[in-house]
Each structure stands twice: as C-alpha cells, then as structure tokens.
C-alpha cells in the first residue's frame, strides 16, 4: 500500500517569489509520481508526472518537481509565482505492481499568491 | 478534442434518495476511474474499469456504492438509501490504459439534505 504526506496545509507567498511545496510519499513497492492542481469547483489538472529516468521533472506553467528516492520525496517548485497560481495542489503516487494502480492523493496543499 | 465529463454538476437530494452520477471518458480511453472527495481532503479512490470489467473496488465505502460502465465507455456511480455522509465532490477520471496518467472531470458536487 501506498501513502502520500503534503507537509503544509497551506502556503501563502508574494508574487514573483520562489515556492517549494513539498511531498514525502511511503510504499512497499516502485512508483510513479505525480502533481495535479486544482481550480475552484473544477476537477484536477496534471501539472506533471516521474514514470522514470530523470530525477528532475518539468510540466506546465513553470513547474518542476525532484524525485528524491532516498528521502522518498518530490517537492514541487517554481521560481517565481504568478496570482493565477493560486489554487489547491495535490502530490499522488501510484504503485508498481503488475500494471498500474489508482492514485493515492495527499490532502492538498493550498498556495495562496499575495499581490 | 472533448475531456472528461460528468452529469449533473450539482446534486441536491434528500436522505434516503437514490442517486446515479454519469460519466463520460475521453474517447478511446480503456481505463476509468471514480473518486471521492471530501471538504478539504485530497481524492479517495473509489472503484475503476478497465474495459467494461470492474478491475479494483476496494474503495467502495459499503454496498449502497455500486458502478456500472456496460459498453466500456460510459460509466455510472450509483448510491442506494443516500445518507448524509455521502455528501462530497464524485471526479471521474480516465486514461488510455492504466499506466498512462489520468484525466480528471470537473466532478459532481452531491449534496444529501
């Protein structure tokens, strides 16, 4: 089985500057990572995904996230925030077992962006 | 081309109600997928298919869950003798096969009165 921790409830930060939401995920097995965001009453976007190869990952809307085997980590980053990222992000991992298994989803982090 | 969507967007019925949520899959996406999610809570999976087989529904809370998808497109969520602990956001989601990433829906938002 698989869990997914997000550390901060809530992350309140000045637009342009840096951001690092983090994630600690736990399992038994591999895994795939991912980001999702969410805008109010609307459903999850993905903001990006680790399947394999590159620690570093980089999606949409200039983010990026590491995969930190060892801390079993992928915190999420940008360099500099606009107000339009405001918005829920969940972190979800997903087992390797024989196929794929449905995500597991962090309780959310709220980023909210201050003018 | 069209995403994921989910009829109605709001549900408003009273305890005791039966209530079907219908989802529709991107087109040619074998895998589907049901959450559930709580007032400030991240998504709980609830049951997916792959094809028209329930492949995993270890999520479902209780026997008054149950889901359907009989032609391996669209899939409806039933809730028999809804109580009021059923209220939630229900997203759908689906992907090419099950180890591609998902598309979520907006979700229907169940309220039980």
């Known amino acids: 089985a698989q869990s997914v921790t997000q550390l901060d409830s809530q992350v309140p930060v000045f637009e342009e500057a840096p951001v690092e939401l983090r994630c600690n995920y736990s399992s038994s097995v591999s895994v795939y990572l991912f980001w999702y965001v969410q805008y109010p009453n609307q459903g999850l976007q993905l903001l990006l995904k680790y399947l394999s190869g590159s620690t570093l990952v980089k999606g949409i809307n200039g983010f990026e996230a590491e995969f930190n085997k060892s801390q079993t980590s992928f915190h999420l980053r940008k360099p500099s925030v606009h107000i339009s990222d405001t918005a829920e992000y969940f972190c979800?991992?997903?087992?390797?077992?024989?196929?794929?298994?449905?995500?597991?989803f962090g309780k959310g982090t709220r980023l909210s962006v201050i003018a | 081309g069209a995403g994921v969507s989910q009829t109605p967007s709001n549900k408003v019925t009273e305890k005791g109600k039966y209530v079907e949520l219908r989802c529709d899959p991107i087109?040619?996406?074998?895998?589907l997928y049901w959450y559930r999610q709580s007032l400030g809570q991240g998504p709980e999976f609830l049951i997916y298919f792959q094809g028209t087989g329930a492949a995993d529904d270890s999520g479902l809370p209780n026997d008054r869950f149950f889901a359907v998808r009989p032609e391996g497109s669209v899939s409806t969520l039933k809730i028999q003798r809804t109580e009021r602990g059923d209220s939630a956001v229900y997203l759908c989601?689906?992907?090419?096969?099950?180890?591609?990433?998902?598309?979520f829906g907006d979700g229907t938002r169940l309220s039980i009165l």
């Open positions: 087109s040619g996406h074998t895998a």
């Open positions: 989601a689906s992907s090419l096969d099950l180890s591609q990433p998902q598309h």
């Open positions: 979800a991992v997903s087992g390797l077992n024989s196929g794929n298994t449905p995500l597991v």
